[in-house]
């Protein structure tokens, strides 16, 4: 399985990006599909994850509606809505998936190469 993140760029404060994950090779099940980023110097951290065959949607606190998760079964692809973006979400955004719901990189299995997202004040 590889996955592949697309979409990031540079926007201003208030912006927004969608960001694109898109998995191919041998089918394609995970239990979930999860977003993290990860800012210079920073650890990796949890943005959300949904989950692949009902589409259940978990966000992390600081995301407090801003960012909406969504997925297309049959493009085998899920979206990452970033609205109301500030300088503070400037990372390198990447999508995971793994066979159980989990917010920790320790438990994916799979990793795609990430997308820069840079917002500017």
């Known amino acids: 399985v590889q996955l592949q993140a697309s979409g990031g760029g540079l926007v201003q404060a208030g912006g927004s990006l969608r960001l694109s994950c898109a998995a191919s090779?041998?089918?394609?099940?995970?239990?979930?599909l999860d977003w993290f980023r990860q800012a210079p110097g920073k650890e990796r951290e949890f943005v959300g994850a949904i989950t692949w065959s009902v589409g259940g949607i978990y966000y992390a606190g600081f995301v407090k509606g801003r960012f909406t998760i969504s997925r297309d079964k049959a493009k085998n692809t899920v979206y990452l809505q970033m609205d109301s973006l500030k300088p503070e979400d400037t990372a390198v955004y990447y999508c995971?998936?793994?066979?159980?719901?989990?917010?920790?990189?320790?438990?994916?299995?799979?990793w795609g190469k990430g997308t820069q997202v840079t917002v500017s004040s």
């Open positions: 995971a998936a793994a066979d159980k719901y989990s917010s920790s990189p320790k438990d994916m299995d799979y």
């Open positions: 090779g041998r089918t394609f099940a995970p239990y979930a």
